[in-house]
């Protein structure tokens, strides 16, 4: 099987490269290549080049973003470049490189420009399992990473019909099961509480957040297939009531204590209180934050001491809400997911969702942090631009909100670029 995998690789290499062909050699017109890497725009201090029909890249710039291992060994101007299943090797003014220990020719040999290693992208790219494109109006090369292992979580709300999270989960209608999409999504937020200003918890709310009846199945069918599910707590800052709730140390101890009591059939909780902060400044702000702050970390402990976990479900630092202290919070819980979302325009800008994944990191180690992905304000397109932020920070995975609002096409491109673990 290796054998004919190398045989592929190097028909693929020798055949004729449509994808890159250009009428003339690149030194004459370098500077307006683009490349992007799922969606996203590759800096480079060096510009690509196309040299006899073939696009050379900075080989560091994409290793980066692709986290591959990648060595230069100045001694031979060797490249060596390295993931968990494929090894290649490339040297400067050579036309021949070896995929695996298998010598393949190259149309076109790597070589140094302006103090920087220039490879052939093509053969980069795809013997390290990208599919690469070329787009000749705009001058751009489209790159899509590799599927990657990560987890999925996936929001489970009540709804019915096309929009039920139990038929998008299972496949089946309830209470009927099979594995369906679980395989995929490992772990479920069941959104079935809310809190009052006094720290009661509510398993029904004046914002559609309920409990719904059978909801034991629910658990019976994710027991049943290794999906682990975690209580899902919302509650809103409307009329301040969240801020009430926070302040007054009597309502936040009965909603720890309330929260436990119920927690014992999860494996863990999931915060989702939002709201706080908005039009917020100063001292009044830092109140804010130091009151949330306290009120986590006092769940936190507790919840530890049961054997339970706890998410947080945060808006983006650069929302409008700044009443998350990130710094704190990301010592006081065990995961994160950011609401890079409802930025209000859809499908949500990239540079935003950037700009949220950059600040969080800023303050909470990757691993920890879990991109938020709203559906209804993304496509089929910019779906894997989404994924591929996630993969490219090398976050802990992707939160689905929600389950019900997944369409087959987007079940298939999950499946593109997530590998299941």
């Known amino acids: 099987m290796k054998k004919l995998i190398v045989l592929l690789i190097t028909l693929l290499l020798l055949l004729p490269n449509i994808v890159f062909a250009a009428e003339t050699d690149s030194a004459n017109n370098n500077g307006d290549i683009q490349i992007l890497l799922d969606g996203l725009p590759l800096k480079f201090d060096v510009p690509p080049i196309i040299k006899e029909g073939r696009t050379l890249v900075p080989f560091r710039v994409i290793a980066e973003n692709l986290h591959i291992n990648v060595h230069w060994d100045s001694a031979t101007q060797t490249i060596i470049g390295k993931t968990e299943t494929s090894s290649l090797q490339l040297q400067i003014a050579y036309q021949t490189a070896f995929v695996n220990g298998q010598a393949v020719l190259l149309d076109v040999p790597p070589e140094i420009r302006d103090g920087r290693t220039l490879i052939p992208l093509r053969f980069f790219s795809e013997n390290l399992g990208c599919i690469v494109d070329w787009n000749q109006s705009e001058q751009t090369v489209i790159i899509t990473s590799p599927p990657q292992k990560m987890p999925v979580s996936g929001f489970y709300a009540l709804g019915g019909g096309s929009s ?4 998008n989960l299972f496949q089946k209608n309830f209470p009927e099961t099979e594995r369906g999409n679980t395989d995929l999504v490992r772990k479920i937020a069941l959104g079935w509480y809310s809190l009052d200003e006094s720290g009661t918890l509510l398993t029904e709310s004046t914002t559609g957040w309920q409990r719904p009846s059978g909801w034991e199945k629910v658990l019976e069918a994710a027991a049943k297939y290794d999906v682990t599910t975690e209580m899902l707590i919302h509650m809103t800052d409307k009329n301040a009531a969240l801020s009430r709730l926070i302040a007054d140390p009597i309502s936040t101890n009965r909603a720890v204590k309330e929260i436990l009591a119920e927690a014992s ?20 702000l830092e109140l804010t934050r130091t009151n949330f702050t306290h009120f986590v970390s006092t769940l936190y402990n507790e919840l530890a001491k049961q054997g339970l976990t706890l998410t947080l479900t945060l808006h983006a630092p650069n929302s409008a809400y700044p009443g998350y202290d990130y710094l704190q919070l990301g010592q006081n819980c065990d995961e994160i997911i950011i609401m890079a979302y409802d930025y209000g325009i859809k499908p949500e800008p990239p540079e935003l969702v950037l700009e949220a994944v950059e600040m969080a990191i800023s303050f ?20 894997p631009t989404k994924i591929g932020i996630a993969k490219r920070y090398q976050l802990k995975g992707i939160a689905l909100w929600r389950l019900g609002l997944v369409s087959k096409e987007m079940w298939q491109t999950l499946r593109q670029n997530i590998k299941i673990k």
Do not use: M, Q, R
């Not at 039920?164 to 038929?167: G, H, L, P, Q």
């Not at 999860?266 to 001292?283: A, M, Q, S």
């Not at 942090?369 to 779906?383: A, D, K, N, R």
């Open 164 to 167: 039920s999270s139990w038929v």
């Open 265 to 284: 059939s999860y494996k863990g909780v999931n915060l989702d209180l939002e709201g706080l902060g908005w039009n917020e400044y100063g001292e009044t």
């Open 364 to 383: 909470v180690p990757a691993e920890k942090l879990v991109l938020g992905i709203s559906l209804p304000s993304e496509t089929v397109t910019s779906l």
